[in-house]
T-cell receptor, first 111, second 114 residues
């Protein structure tokens, strides 16, 4: 079945540091890939998505590129801010349209 | 995107009772989903609810424990029955609105069972 393997946290960085959160997946066919973010005390929000190989999703300074050859969708940001502190979930949607989530990575940014 | 509301936002319930969670969407959607997020864990899909048909449950979830209603295209309820402390979780509904498999989530209902 489909699965998502996500970099384990927690991750703690200083403000303005470079961020990478690794995500790899296993799926049949060509899934759509997503990053969701959950800020403290809030619900899950879609951060970015990519629907086919080599697509780059981007939003709020975050980027992720759909790499079919490495089955990866790593999340990156060049300069993180304190307000980026949240839990980040990588997810995929396969042919059955259901979302499969990774375990989540808690990110804390220190001023 | 979609605007999704859930009621209640949180509740504390006694063991053996039931809690019904409501999910309201600001426009008509075909598919609605219910998830559970146990403390410190990821999201697990409970069931998919389509209007006019029985909900489809994932492995490990049964209708007797998690009955779902979907009376129209903007509303659904999830009941968590015969509560035990293990049911303490956040329950979220979501919708798939744009046909691109992306889902939009409600704010969640935090359930604590004592």
């Amino acid at each position: 079945g489909d699965s998502v393997t996500q970099m384990e946290g927690p991750v703690t960085l200083s403000e303005e540091a470079f961020l990478t959160i690794n995500c790899t997946y296993t799926a049949t066919g060509y899934p759509s890939l997503f990053w969701y973010v959950q800020y403290p005390g809030e619900g899950l929000q879609l951060l970015l998505k990519a629907t086919k190989a080599d697509d780059k999703g981007s939003n709020k300074g975050f980027e992720a590129t759909y790499r079919k050859e490495t089955t990866s969708f790593h999340l990156e940001k060049g300069s993180v801010q304190v307000s980026d502190s949240a839990v980040y979930f990588c997810a995929l949607a396969g042919a059955n349209e259901k979302l499969t989530f990774g375990t989540g990575t808690r990110l804390t940014i220190i001023p | 995107s979609a605007v999704i509301s859930q009621k209640p936002s949180r509740d504390i319930c006694q063991r053996g009772t039931s809690l019904t969670i409501q999910c309201q969407v600001d426009s008509q959607v075909t598919m609605m989903f219910w998830y559970r997020q146990q403390p410190g864990q990821s999201l697990t899909l409970i069931a998919t609810a389509n209007q006019g048909s029985e909900a489809t449950y994932e492995s490990g979830f049964v209708i007797d424990k998690f009955p779902i209603s979907r009376p129209n295209l903007t509303f659904s309820t999830l009941t968590v029955s015969n509560l035990s402390p293990e049911d303490s979780s956040i329950y979220l509904c979501s919708v798939d609105r744009q046909g691109g498999y992306e889902q939009y989530f409600g704010p969640g209902t935090r359930l604590t069972v004592t």
